[in-house]
């Protein structure tokens, strides 16, 4: 693409050695470049991969042939973007993602329909939600519908990568990483904006097997003020050892409290539910999640499930296995463990599940809190699903797979 290497040097020529703000002075009208999927260049590997079987999947082992590799640079923009073969990022020792983790992702999914066409579920949000979280460690912004035409792009490059098995997918992880090499404590103002793709098996793979959660732990995981609402990858990392202490006590995960009221935050990196019945009424079925008051990150499967959940038993859909005498409240609330182990003690808890990209749904088996172990026995037999557990889980599946049309929410890659 000659075009595209001529604007390039052009730009780099014009610049040279004079600062953005002189040369902004001298009255020079050179703009930014934006993120521009027209220019993009790709570059096809000469030597494609074999494909995994289907046993040898774990959560991300295997990478595709192909990666996104967009380059920012404060005074220049956004250079042509390139598709490539997957492989190594050459970055200086001293880069700011290095350094003060100015590092940002995102995560979502490719699957492959029954229809034989590719879909991306709720995408947009995925674009808006890694725009946030720059934003939040004063990384670059970029052109959102450019990036998802981009991804488009490379899905369809590594199609072949797709898994036609059910409950596969194609999981997607797009990154931003701030490439300042200086070591002053400032903002970095240049960045990479990548892509890479790795083939997905069903998140249980031995049949679903319900999660034990402990509640606690050692730590917090986000804090009034802080980060927890973004995805920036600072927040993952000091959750590594409270997780092995959990998992040597037998849980699978973590459910985050905070504050002196044991406030229930999330579920691992997964957000958290739980299904109660009313006092009064068997029927009346309260739904509660933690509201989005900055120490939750905003799952796209988290705004999903709230969505169907409120939309049950209306005319336009009814969500299966949940008996039709339930009456089923939405609620996005402050959640204690407190309140959770009183509703235990009257026989009002019914389900418990998890949910994000990876998992989709998850039930919960059973959570420790302070030497009370709260459990759903009744459903372990039934594959540890409850009915709305069970219905909700399906239904998304459906819609992520292209198997039902929802709201716009699945949106074809070509
Ligand atoms: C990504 C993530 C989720 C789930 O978000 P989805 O958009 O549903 O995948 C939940 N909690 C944390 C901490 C996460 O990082």
Redesign the pocket.
């Known amino acids: 693409m000659p075009a595209t290497i001529t604007r390039r040097e052009q730009n780099k020529t014009a610049i040279t050695g004079i600062p953005k703000e002189l040369a902004v002075k001298a009255g020079s009208r050179l703009e930014p470049a934006p993120l521009d999927p027209e220019q993009v260049i790709i570059d096809l590997t000469p030597s494609p991969k074999t494909l995994p079987s289907l046993e040898n999947f774990g959560f991300g082992e295997n990478k595709t042939d192909h990666m996104l590799v967009c380059t920012y640079d404060s005074i220049t923009g956004w250079a042509a973007p390139e598709i490539k073969p997957y492989g190594p990022l050459s970055l200086d020792p001293a880069s700011s993602c290095l350094q003060y983790a100015t590092s940002v992702f995102e ?1 979502m999914k490719a699957y492959l329909g029954p229809d034989g066409e590719i879909r991306l579920f709720r995408p947009e949000l995925n674009m808006q939600r890694l725009a946030n979280s720059a934003a939040r460690v004063a990384l670059p912004q970029f052109d959102q519908d450019a990036l998802l035409t981009l991804i488009k792009r490379l899905v369809t490059v590594d199609a072949r990568w797709i898994p036609a098995a059910p409950g596969y997918s194609l999981y997607l992880r797009p990154t931003m990483i701030g490439t300042r090499s200086a070591f002053g404590v400032t903002p970095s103002d240049s960045a990479i904006l990548y892509v890479v793709c790795a083939p997905a098996g069903p998140y249980f793979r031995s049949g679903v097997k319900p999660i034990s959660l402990l509640a606690g732990g050692e730590g917090v995981r986000a804090w009034p003020g802080g980060t927890g609402g973004h ?1 920036v990858a600072s ?1 993952y990392s000091p959750g590594f050892v409270p997780q092995i202490a959990a998992a040597k006590q037998g849980y699978d995960q973590i459910l985050w409290l905070f504050g002196d009221d044991r406030r229930v935050t ?1 579920a691992g ?3 958290f539910f739980i299904v109660v019945k009313r006092e009064d009424d068997e029927n009346e079925i309260d739904i509660i999640t933690p509201p989005l008051d900055g120490t939750i ?1 905003p ?4 705004s999903s499930c709230i969505s169907l959940l409120q939309s049950h038993s209306t005319d336009e859909l009814t969500l299966s296995h949940i008996p039709s005498s339930h009456r089923i409240h939405v609620h996005e609330r402050i959640l204690t463990m407190p309140e959770i182990a009183k509703w235990y003690s009257q026989g009002r808890v019914l389900e418990a599940f998890t ?4 998992v989709v749904v998850a039930p919960v088996g059973k959570i420790g809190f302070e030497g009370l172990e709260i459990v759903f026995p009744k459903y372990v037999e039934n594959g540890g699903f409850g009915p709305v557990t069970k219905g909700i889980m399906e239904r998304l599946l459906d819609i992520q797979f292209g198997r039902r049309e929802w709201k716009g929410w699945s949106v074809r890659c070509d």
Do not use: D, F, P, Y
């Open positions: 995560g995805k927040n999330e990196a997964m957000n990150l799952g796209i499967t988290r949910v994000g990209t990876g």
